[in-house]
């Protein structure tokens, strides 16, 4: 299994980016995925999940901003970040069964 994560950068205070994560080896269709991040001297944190049915949840602080999809076509999966803060600064990783990409660095600058 591999996820390639990309899509990070460097974006002002309210700035939007999306984030992409390609999967190759697994049943993409059929996984569960997620987005975690960790942010400089934090822990690592789930952040959004997607269901094979396309349910969905969302850590509390993102709520409302962010938004997690899934092309399966595509055997992709994406992260939509609107109105970012300086707060969701962090390296973002896409997960699924305890397997992990690369991470992609996002950094919003205040």
């Known amino acids: 299994v591999q996820l390639q994560a990309s899509g990070g950068g460097l974006v002002q205070t309210g700035g939007s980016l999306r984030l992409s994560c390609k999967a190759s080896?697994?049943?993409?269709?059929?996984?569960?995925m997620n987005w975690h991040r960790q942010g400089p001297g934090k822990q690592r944190e789930l952040v959004a999940s997607i269901a094979s049915s396309g349910s969905t949840n969302y850590q509390d602080s993102v709520k409302g901003r962010f938004t997690i999809s899934r092309d399966n076509a595509r055997r992709t999966l994406y992260l939509q970040m609107n109105s970012l803060k300086p707060e969701d600064t962090a390296v973002y990783y896409c997960?699924?069964?305890?397997?992990w990409g690369w991470g992609t660095l996002v950094t919003v600058s205040s």
């Open positions: 997960e699924t069964r305890d397997t």
């Open positions: 080896g697994l049943n993409f269709a059929i996984a569960t």
